[in-house]
């Protein structure tokens, strides 16, 4: 039972492009997003999150936009840098519960 | 910056023995978790623990696993007769508040159980 999905296994974006990655969730009770970040060998970094009540949450380089009614969210990453390369993971919550439920992931890759 | 250390970081154990993975939590967080990762796999809840208890599991943490904090500083995860199918990575979380976001992981322990 996959709650949250990332369909694609691995995206490939131009430096300086934009890199959107995709996240679906099935859940309607979830309302509390979040984006990891995961470098090989290390754990998963928080990277931005969004409540249910917004549609967009912007931290510098990094967007996450909600679309409730899809059960969709994406990253937005602008202007992609190499550093960025690495597992995204998207991940979902009911706010009362302690338990995240996690995509499967996607590497994002940067060339230069 | 304050991290949440594992050890070790790597251990390769045989099928039917008992395995404890050490976590030392960032000190002033209340609220502890063990994910872990099969390889190729999504990561996986396993259980949150607060005031010397658990709070919450998943299916998966069994009678096959348990937590602990025996000292105040460490955070373990014992997993009694390991099965091949226990093999992945595990990882411990640490955070100050409930909200999610306030996680900080650890770089994690990988476990072959051979």
């Known amino acids: 039972d996959q709650q949250v999905k990332q369909n694609s296994p691995s995206l490939s974006v131009q430096e300086g492009r934009i890199s959107i990655l995709n996240c679906d969730y099935t859940?309607?009770?979830?309302?509390?997003f979040l984006w990891y970040k995961k470098y090989p060998a290390e754990g998963p970094t928080f990277l931005i999150s969004?409540?249910?009540i917004k549609d967009k949450n912007e931290d510098g380089r990094f967007t996450v936009f909600l679309n409730k009614s899809a059960k969709h969210l994406s990253l937005h990453i602008v202007p992609s840098q190499p550093g960025d390369s690495a597992v995204y993971f998207c991940?979902?919550?009911?706010?009362?519960?302690?338990?995240?439920?996690w995509g499967a992931g996607t590497k994002l890759i940067i060339k230069p | 910056e304050p991290e949440v250390t594992q050890t070790p970081s790597h251990q390769v154990t045989q099928m039917g023995q008992e395995v404890i993975l050490r976590c030392v939590p960032i000190?002033?967080?209340?609220?502890f978790y063990w994910y872990r990762q099969i390889l190729g796999q999504k990561v996986e809840f396993l259980v949150s623990?607060?005031?010397?208890?658990?709070?919450?599991k998943s299916e998966i943490f069994d009678d096959q696993f348990s937590v602990e904090r025996p000292d105040g500083s460490n955070f373990t995860l014992k997993i009694r007769s390991t099965k091949l199918e226990d093999s992945a990575m595990y990882f411990c979380?640490?955070?100050?508040?409930?909200?999610?976001?306030?996680?900080?992981f650890g770089s994690g322990t990988r476990l072959t159980v051979v």
């Open positions: 991940a979902a919550s009911e706010n009362s519960n302690y338990q995240l439920i």
């Open positions: 623990f607060y005031n010397n208890e658990i709070s919450e």
């Open positions: 859940n309607s009770m979830f309302d509390y």
């Open positions: 969004i409540s249910s």
């Open positions: 979380a640490s955070s100050d508040t409930k909200l999610n976001y306030g996680y900080t």
């Open positions: 000190s002033n967080h209340l609220y």
